[in-house]
């Protein structure tokens, strides 16, 4: 046990000197630094072409038992729609299962029968539309165009209307391949996510595993400066480092795929500092309890980078886990991270909805950064 | 024994002992070094000469006995025993992606130095080692004698009462370990309690005083010129492979 007598006033040099050290390494390992900078980029740029959420070139395949002038006027208009490219019209609804797993189309309109006298009468006509939803994300969002086209072609008819009320058109749909849909448009959030603990976590793990397999931490530990101070110096500089790749991420993001931050940015940063310090937590723990610089970094990978990946919900939704795994997440940081930043930034809440998780994520970080301070005291020797 | 240091006793070392699991590293070790002088600690690898100073420099708890250190117990005041000695590992301690004033200016701010007098030591020490030219020029790329040197004078940069160097010298030639021991000199005599480990038995001749550690004890202990006396060696190398091959028979 160390209890010191008297505790001499040091200069706040001490810490200074040895942050403005760390800031050397990061800034001088160019290759490295380049990595880290242009790495969060290239992924918002291959997650969001990836994930894109606006399609081009939507193949549409028009059912049309009974060709009349109202639905020649909506072929046309689907024609003349940009991103639709009418790639059939067939009398019968035999075609469609061949067309989607041709995938020659996307998305199907079966219309009713006598479709102008049904409008004439001022009925409601029904039109059926079926999606290719294997990929539930652009099902949704081919569904959402589509059901705005016909949206548009209502609102023409509108002033032809005989009788109020009923609506014009109904519009019954199907999902094919993936009845039960999850939302599109969340990469962002979890994509910081991901970058967080790469930065924060890898990049910890390593640096601190160099200074042991290099000796300098011994020397370091010989000086005065304190455990948690030398662990202090080692995240600061990362702690930094990942506020400023959440910015690029951010900004990237909004100016290259219109990412919307509908919350406060404020609360967003914030709570990326949080998670920030939950994850190099995690990095100093992991350092400490391995030997060398590649046992740290497979450590690092398998034990914040895989979770953060697979179980966060960023890219699995946690509600169609298995059973048994849906509490296991519960222990991933990113996991609460990804919920607080999709409130922020889809949905504009405030700390009001959030504080549940952020307490989470508060609690956690102080309990890592207790055992990642003890951890690192009782391995060195 | 409390309070500071008495009198000229730098390290006062009384049955220090450490045992890993049911291993005994270091075996009830017992001696004194005076103020200024420039101790020689040796031992075959493995004999716990590393264990040893380990404890001495409040890095490993002993499990029995006491060590005190410029003063102070290694077991209780481990923050007091740091902030007033220097160390110097076997391995190289210096950060190579920095420059030689960048590192110098980092152990400096560790040890609580003021910039004005970083400064100062900066440039004496620049000036001592002939490293004027290579002020700004990353660690890496200067000799490693030179590196060592450096290495040493950044240890000493605090003053310390006492300095720990652990193999020191390692893979340098002849004329650089001449003067990597004249800089030791020069801080002994400026009082500095020198404590060093080395594999190079011409150095150990360079001591006031060594002891040498067989088995985690301290089986010799004395200037070297007594050493030589008491076993009829001719040199201290002849005391050593004599002492560790009766232990390694045991």
């Known amino acids: 046990m160390i209890t010191p007598r008297k505790r001499m006033r040091r200069p706040p040099s001490t810490l200074g000197a040895f942050v403005t050290k760390e800031l050397h390494h990061i800034l001088r390992d160019r290759q490295t630094l380049a990595i880290l900078l242009l790495m969060p980029l290239v992924q918002v740029l291959l997650f969001g072409y990836a994930l894109r959420t606006d399609i081009r070139d939507l193949r549409v395949a028009v059912v049309d038992p009974t060709p009349d002038v109202a639905t020649q006027r909506l072929r046309t208009r689907l024609a003349a729609t940009a991103r639709f490219r009418l790639v059939t019209v067939s009398p019968t609804t035999k075609v469609l299962p061949e067309l989607f797993q041709r995938r020659t189309a996307d998305v199907a309109i079966v219309l009713p029968t006598s479709f102008a006298s ?44 005989p009788r109020a009320g009923a609506p014009i058109i109904g519009i019954a749909s199907r999902m094919r391949f993936n009845p039960t849909l999850e939302s599109a448009n969340l990469f962002v959030p979890g994509l910081i996510a991901l970058v967080l603990t790469l930065v924060s976590a890898l990049m910890t793990a390593i640096s601190l595993s160099r200074e042991k397999e290099l000796g300098t931490l011994e020397v370091l530990l010989v000086s005065p400066l304190r455990p948690w101070q030398i662990i202090v110096g080692k995240v600061v500089p990362y702690l930094v480092l990942g506020f400023a790749i959440t910015c690029l991420v951010l900004t990237a993001a909004r100016i290259a795929f219109h990412v919307p931050l509908r919350g406060s940015v404020t609360l967003l940063l914030a709570e990326s500092v949080l998670f920030t310090i939950v994850s190099l937590s995690l990095g100093v723990l992991v350092a400490a309890r391995t030997s060398s610089q590649r046992a740290a970094m497979l450590g690092a990978l398998v034990g914040t980078m895989m979770p953060t990946a697979l179980l966060s919900g960023m890219i699995f939704p946690i509600t169609s886990m298995p059973g048994w795994l849906q509490p296991v997440t519960r222990i991933v940081p990113a996991r609460w991270f990804i919920v607080i930043a999709r409130g922020i930034m889809l949905k504009g809440i405030g700390i009001e909805y959030l504080w549940r998780e952020t307490a989470v994520l508060a609690g956690m970080a102080l309990l890592l950064l207790v055992a990642a301070t003890r951890s690192f005291h009782a391995h060195l020797d | 024994m409390t309070g500071s240091a008495r009198g000229d006793r730098s390290i006062e070392v009384d049955g220090l002992t450490r045992r890993f699991g049911t291993f005994t590293a270091v075996d009830a070790i017992s001696f004194d070094v005076a103020q200024g002088e420039v101790f020689g600690f040796l031992g075959a690898n493995g004999a716990g000469k590393t264990t040893a100073i380990r404890m001495l420099i409040g890095l490993l708890a002993p499990t029995a006995g006491s060590a005190r250190v410029a003063g102070y117990d290694v077991a209780t005041q481990a923050e007091m025993v740091k902030r007033n000695i220097g160390y110097m590992s076997q391995r190289f301690s210096l950060y190579e992606d920095l420059t030689v004033r960048e590192n110098i200016t980092l152990y400096g701010g560790i040890y609580g130095l003021s910039d004005e007098a970083i400064e100062k030591r900066t440039a004496e020490l620049v000036d001592r080692l002939d490293l004027r030219d290579d002020v700004d020029t990353r660690v890496k790329s200067i000799p490693l004698g030179w590196k060592q040197k450096l290495a040493f004078s950044v240890a000493v940069l605090h003053d310390p009462k006492v300095v720990f160097l652990d193999e020191p010298t390692g893979g340098v030639d002849p004329i650089t370990r001449r003067q990597f021991w004249e800089l030791i000199y020069t801080t002994a005599a400026a009082g500095t309690t020198v404590f060093v480990t080395t594999h190079y038995m011409d150095e150990a001749e360079y001591c006031d005083r060594v002891s040498i550690m067989v088995d985690g004890r301290i089986v010799a202990l004395g200037t070297p010129s007594e050493l030589k006396a008491q076993y009829e060696a001719r040199t201290i190398d002849d005391v050593f492979v004599r002492l560790a091959r009766a232990g390694n028979a045991a």
């Open chain 1, 118 to 161: 049904t409008l004439g009468r001022g009925d409601t006509a029904q039109v059926l539309l079926v999606t290719d939803a294997s990929d539930p994300n652009t099902g949704t969002t081919m569904q959402v165009y589509v059901r705005s086209v016909l949206a548009d072609f209502e609102r023409e008819l509108e002033g032809a209307r």
